[in-house]
Protein backbone atom coordinates (compact mmCIF):
# COMPACT_ATOMS: atom_id res chain seq x y z
CA UNK A 1 0.00 0.00 0.00
CA UNK A 2 1.51 3.20 -1.19
CA UNK A 3 0.61 6.11 1.80
CA UNK A 4 0.44 9.47 0.69
CA UNK A 5 -0.46 11.22 3.84
CA UNK A 6 -2.38 10.39 6.85
CA UNK A 7 -4.51 11.59 9.31
CA UNK A 8 -5.89 10.25 12.75
CA UNK A 9 -8.40 7.79 11.63
CA UNK A 10 -7.34 7.61 7.98
CA UNK A 11 -4.64 6.26 5.37
CA UNK A 12 -4.39 7.80 2.25
CA UNK A 13 -2.93 5.87 -0.68
CA UNK A 14 -2.54 6.24 -4.26
CA UNK A 15 -5.87 4.78 -6.15
CA UNK A 16 -4.94 0.93 -7.35
CA UNK A 17 -6.31 -1.78 -9.35
CA UNK A 18 -6.53 -4.00 -6.53
CA UNK A 19 -9.11 -1.90 -5.23
CA UNK A 20 -11.64 -2.37 -8.49
CA UNK A 21 -13.61 -4.43 -6.44
CA UNK A 22 -14.45 -2.45 -3.73
CA UNK A 23 -14.76 0.81 -6.25
CA UNK A 24 -17.38 -0.68 -7.79
CA UNK A 25 -19.46 -1.87 -5.17
CA UNK A 26 -18.98 1.48 -3.76
CA UNK A 27 -20.07 3.51 -7.52
CA UNK A 28 -22.84 0.88 -8.29
CA UNK A 29 -24.37 1.09 -4.78
CA UNK A 30 -27.96 2.98 -5.23
CA UNK A 31 -27.99 4.30 -1.68
CA UNK A 32 -23.97 5.95 -2.13
CA UNK A 33 -24.57 7.63 -5.60
CA UNK A 34 -28.31 9.10 -5.06
CA UNK A 35 -27.52 12.55 -5.62
CA UNK A 36 -25.27 11.65 -8.90
CA UNK A 37 -26.92 12.03 -12.00
CA UNK A 38 -27.88 9.29 -13.57
CA UNK A 39 -25.85 7.04 -15.33
CA UNK A 40 -25.39 3.02 -16.12
CA UNK A 41 -23.33 0.58 -13.71
CA UNK A 42 -19.82 0.36 -13.98
CA UNK A 43 -18.02 -2.86 -14.87
CA UNK A 44 -14.81 -4.13 -12.85
CA UNK A 45 -13.04 -3.79 -15.93
CA UNK A 46 -13.88 -0.07 -15.96
CA UNK A 47 -13.10 0.37 -13.23
CA UNK A 48 -9.79 -1.23 -13.26
CA UNK A 49 -8.84 1.16 -16.60
CA UNK A 50 -10.42 3.82 -14.15
CA UNK A 51 -7.98 3.58 -11.54
CA UNK A 52 -4.98 2.38 -13.92
CA UNK A 53 -6.03 5.79 -15.72
CA UNK A 54 -5.44 7.66 -12.48
CA UNK A 55 -1.89 6.48 -11.67
CA UNK A 56 -0.75 7.22 -15.66
CA UNK A 57 -1.77 10.65 -15.01
CA UNK A 58 -0.13 11.31 -11.56
CA UNK A 59 -3.91 12.18 -10.63
CA UNK A 60 -4.05 13.87 -6.61
CA UNK A 61 -6.49 10.53 -6.39
CA UNK A 62 -6.65 9.16 -3.19
CA UNK A 63 -8.41 6.13 -1.88
CA UNK A 64 -8.78 6.00 1.92
CA UNK A 65 -8.07 3.40 4.16
CA UNK A 66 -8.99 2.80 7.97
CA UNK A 67 -6.29 2.70 10.05
CA UNK A 68 -5.85 -0.80 12.16
CA UNK A 69 -8.52 -2.41 10.42
CA UNK A 70 -7.20 -1.39 6.57
CA UNK A 71 -10.67 -1.62 5.30
CA UNK A 72 -11.67 0.41 2.42
CA UNK A 73 -13.54 4.17 3.30
CA UNK A 74 -13.65 5.61 -0.06
CA UNK A 75 -11.92 7.82 -2.95
CA UNK A 76 -11.35 11.52 -2.93
CA UNK A 77 -9.55 13.57 -5.51
CA UNK A 78 -8.47 17.05 -6.09
CA UNK A 79 -9.54 17.39 -10.15
CA UNK A 80 -6.93 20.13 -12.22
CA UNK A 81 -8.74 23.78 -12.55
CA UNK A 82 -5.55 25.58 -13.15
CA UNK A 83 -2.29 25.48 -11.00
CA UNK A 84 -3.12 26.87 -7.72
CA UNK A 85 -7.20 25.64 -7.93
CA UNK A 86 -8.35 22.38 -8.03
CA UNK A 87 -11.92 20.67 -7.62
CA UNK A 88 -13.23 18.69 -4.59
CA UNK A 89 -14.85 15.25 -4.64
CA UNK A 90 -15.33 12.91 -2.78
CA UNK A 91 -17.22 9.32 -2.25
CA UNK A 92 -17.46 7.00 0.77
CA UNK A 93 -19.28 3.58 0.51
CA UNK A 94 -22.22 2.90 2.59
CA UNK A 95 -21.21 1.08 5.08
CA UNK A 96 -18.63 3.81 6.41
CA UNK A 97 -21.08 6.70 6.10
CA UNK A 98 -22.00 8.61 9.83
CA UNK A 99 -18.59 7.81 11.50
CA UNK A 100 -16.93 11.42 10.50
CA UNK A 101 -14.60 10.28 7.70
CA UNK A 102 -15.96 12.59 5.57
CA UNK A 103 -15.17 15.91 7.60
CA UNK A 104 -11.91 14.16 8.41
CA UNK A 105 -11.04 13.07 4.93
CA UNK A 106 -11.61 16.78 3.48
CA UNK A 107 -10.06 18.39 6.45
CA UNK A 108 -7.30 16.43 5.85
CA UNK A 109 -6.78 16.53 2.12
CA UNK A 110 -7.24 20.72 2.70
CA UNK A 111 -4.16 20.93 4.62
CA UNK A 112 -2.35 18.76 1.89
CA UNK A 113 -3.38 21.26 -0.71
CA UNK A 114 -2.28 23.82 1.32
CA UNK A 115 0.60 22.58 2.80
CA UNK A 116 2.11 20.31 0.47
CA UNK A 117 0.96 21.28 -3.20
CA UNK A 118 0.40 25.08 -2.21
CA UNK A 119 -2.48 25.30 -3.40
CA UNK A 120 -4.85 28.67 -3.23
CA UNK A 121 -8.07 27.69 -3.36
CA UNK A 122 -10.71 24.45 -3.87
CA UNK A 123 -14.05 24.27 -5.08
CA UNK A 124 -16.54 21.39 -5.54
CA UNK A 125 -19.92 21.05 -6.55
CA UNK A 126 -22.69 19.53 -4.87
CA UNK A 127 -26.70 18.43 -5.53
CA UNK A 128 -28.70 20.98 -3.41
CA UNK A 129 -30.93 17.81 -1.78
CA UNK A 130 -27.69 16.34 -0.04
CA UNK A 131 -27.99 18.34 2.68
CA UNK A 132 -25.81 16.00 4.59
CA UNK A 133 -23.10 16.87 2.71
CA UNK A 134 -22.96 20.51 2.37
CA UNK A 135 -23.22 20.96 6.43
CA UNK A 136 -19.72 19.04 6.30
CA UNK A 137 -18.51 21.30 3.33
CA UNK A 138 -19.99 24.30 5.43
CA UNK A 139 -18.03 22.67 8.83
CA UNK A 140 -14.79 21.90 7.11
CA UNK A 141 -14.73 26.22 5.68
CA UNK A 142 -16.21 25.98 2.51
CA UNK A 143 -18.55 28.70 1.76
CA UNK A 144 -20.92 29.32 -1.38
CA UNK A 145 -19.80 31.21 -4.52
CA UNK A 146 -23.21 30.39 -6.59
CA UNK A 147 -26.17 28.15 -6.78
CA UNK A 148 -28.43 27.38 -9.59
CA UNK A 149 -31.37 24.94 -9.11
CA UNK A 150 -29.38 21.79 -9.73
CA UNK A 151 -26.25 22.68 -8.27
CA UNK A 152 -24.47 24.10 -4.94
CA UNK A 153 -20.99 25.87 -6.09
CA UNK A 154 -18.95 25.99 -2.82
CA UNK A 155 -15.23 27.50 -2.23
CA UNK A 156 -12.61 27.15 0.47
CA UNK A 157 -9.78 30.85 -0.21
CA UNK A 158 -6.26 29.88 1.46
CA UNK A 159 -5.08 32.70 3.36
Known amino acids: MNIVFESKNILFVKVSPSFAEDYLKMVNDKEVTRFFEARPAYTLEQEIKWANNKLANDAT ?35 KENKGYGTEAILAILKYAKDELGLHKVVLRANPLNKRAIHVYEKCGFSYYNKTSDKVYMQIIFK
Do not use: A, H, P, Q
Not at 66 to 88: A, T
Open 61 to 95: CYSMVEKGSLEFIGNIELMDVDEVSKELGIIITLD
